[in-house]
């Protein structure tokens, strides 16, 4: 079996915890690991590391690797030049399995989806494979609890097979009358997203579908090289698998998806899926409440005080504050949609920003300085670049640095210091067993991290 | 005339935006001045600077002072050593004014009251002047605009004065009931803590109604020092000038305040005096609002988004959030007494914490490392001073730096940095015109603030 994992999203609703640069899979929600982590575990149970591609975009990728790299060094990451929606992802995906590799049943998941029970998601995993390869495009529906109106609806046939049954049809997000009706039914199935097919099989509805997405698919050649040639892939149509295939297929078959499932699709199914003191209330991090109820806070760095709140949600970070009603949260896409307009950084990253060499936060910024708190992992390396617009202090912290600078080597231990000229080149280095701390002192002007000739890089960023 | 300023306070009913070592008198609360700073220019129009007198607590001196001679070098600054409330306040500061001047008519004000016509201000001020000079002690009472159950209430007589009424009794807080009594008989006014008298009259009515602390207040000889002894000072009863004199005295008349009146005295009142939109939210810094109602927003240094609040408080500081239901913000205090016994530093400073030279920030701090933001204002010089724990590391960010190290003398620009080692002494200093801001980082074990020894301080603090 093959597993693809699709880590693209750009998770605007759980905004300002997600950020446009750093979204809902790479967060640790609930947990020591991300949700892209938890992903990879619930597939490497019963699918081997070398099958299983993640796909993602170019922005994400080194985020991606080196989350995954954590747990195997097998898995394949696929990098999108451009953003396409699934359909194209999957497909390109689901090519590149049968280039390198025979015809098999393949497995697609979301990568920001919450699944505790993993031995009952690989019993449903099971039933779905037998299906797949009896020739069905497969769907894992959730048996709908309550009337959502958030979510898109599977209409299973009377033709019941032997691990599920055939869907008659896909309905779009209903309103809340006609959700009202599909939960009574018992006909009606939430769309997970997750979906099990034999790869041909899925290629040649594809091609019967959507045949505007197969001809470009055709001029890849994934035989040699992973890469996806971006003037191509920039003429794929914008377009859901839902929408490309599942909606248009007679193949479709549906399996109850037998563990619990929470797409954490805003804050308030965040506020679901937390433990609860007896007033309803879930508290996350330093928090100190008076009288509240059947509320949500989450803090990330500061003390949380809350008198008297009722069903309101209340996320604090770094650089934003969002206090919003429980029922208000799918509008937290609008705050976000603001802040893109308004070219506000803010809803692109954090004020930690993660390299795949560790992370720097910036400290304090004003009239020509910057200061930046870096820190180097173990056995990483930042790019050997020189910057024309500034020159750098640096002051180690903790840890022990290594600095080549217009290629000489400097080894520094907590509180000496280094000057970085202007133009000059000029690497850092944490060959050591501890994380390297440093202060870094950025003076002139425009001081942008743009400002970046980059002449080796052992992330390929040059 | 003589004014006191009772700038003493603590208030813990603002915080997070006021701490306890950097108290609402000193914070700017809607202006580009503090509380305190504009309650001096009230009275400057018509006290001369050498008439007035602000009196605070040992924690707060500096800072007063600090902000005060911002305005004028001749206000004298009075600092007890222990806080005893506002009866001994008084007492000491009209008893400085006796054994230096002569005797004349005094006003006391609080310091973190919200006036803003002061032209009504002083008319109410002359009313009050020619009561004191028959001989009474004067309080101004605010005109109930609802029923409050907040404050104490002064019930005038029927004998009428020229300006004013003669008083016949103060009462306590009352319930919702009786403030509504209150309100409706025209007869109970808001005590605003104002006072005038002649300063002889007042010590009589000391005498006869406290003799203990009358007692007291005779061992202090301010003739050659303003310094008040610890030793008889910790013996002071710690009680209010109104169970101390007001309630006691039958020579007490009230003076209508005919100005607007404000005591900041929650989160509450603040939201009273901000304009509101036409939803009735007032917002403060950088907010993004959607379909808020009746709310006060107050971001002091991240962006606050709120969707779908009600009648809420929301306050961001540096290190702190509070969000509150509007009608339970007299609660903050208990949230400050909360802080306060699990010794968490946030009741007591912000993150920026100010001081005679400038202030710092703390940035980041770690196992044996602590980096902080230091601004030095135009003309400022921190102590001469080492420490035995610590070496620190100065980079300059702008302006420039005059650093005396081991007796050697150093001007630093913007990039260039020093090593202080251990125990060396050394000072910083701006002589310059422009603000000097520079990065510390501090290594050592403890790194506390406590691990100072000064030789020489320009603010008396050696």
Known sequence: MYGIILAGGSGSRLWPMSRELYPKQLLNIQNHESLLQATYKRLADFIPDSNIIASTGVKHVANVKSQLMKNSEKIKVLSEPLSKNTAPAIAVAVKNILSKNGDDVVLVVPSDHLIK???KFETTVNKGEKLANLGYIVTFGVQPSY??????YINISDTQLEDGYKVSRFVEKPDYEL?????????YFWNAGIFMFKASVFLDELKKHSPEIYTILEKFDFTNSDEIPYIDYEHMPNISVDY????KSDKIAL???????NDLGSWASIYDTEKKDENGNAFVGHVIDLDSKNSLVYSSSKLCATIGLEDTVLVETEDAVLACKKDRTQDVKKIYDILKRQNDNTHLIHKTVYR???FYTVLTQGDGFLTKMIQVNTGQKL???SHNYRSEHWVVLSGTAKVVLEGKDYILSPGNSIDIPLKAIHSLQNPYNEPLKIIEVQLGDPLIEEDI???EDMYGRV
């Open 117 to 119: 029970d993993t031995g």
């Open 147 to 152: 009337p959502e109106t958030g979510y898109g």
């Open 179 to 187: 959700a009202q009706k599909y939960v009574k039914s018992g006909k």
């Open 244 to 247: 490309a295939v599942m909606e």
């Open 255 to 261: 399996v109850k998806l037998e563990s619990d499932w």
């Open 356 to 358: 795949p060499w560790g």
């Open 383 to 385: 790019s050997v670049q």
């Open 453 to 455: 000739i980059r002449y």
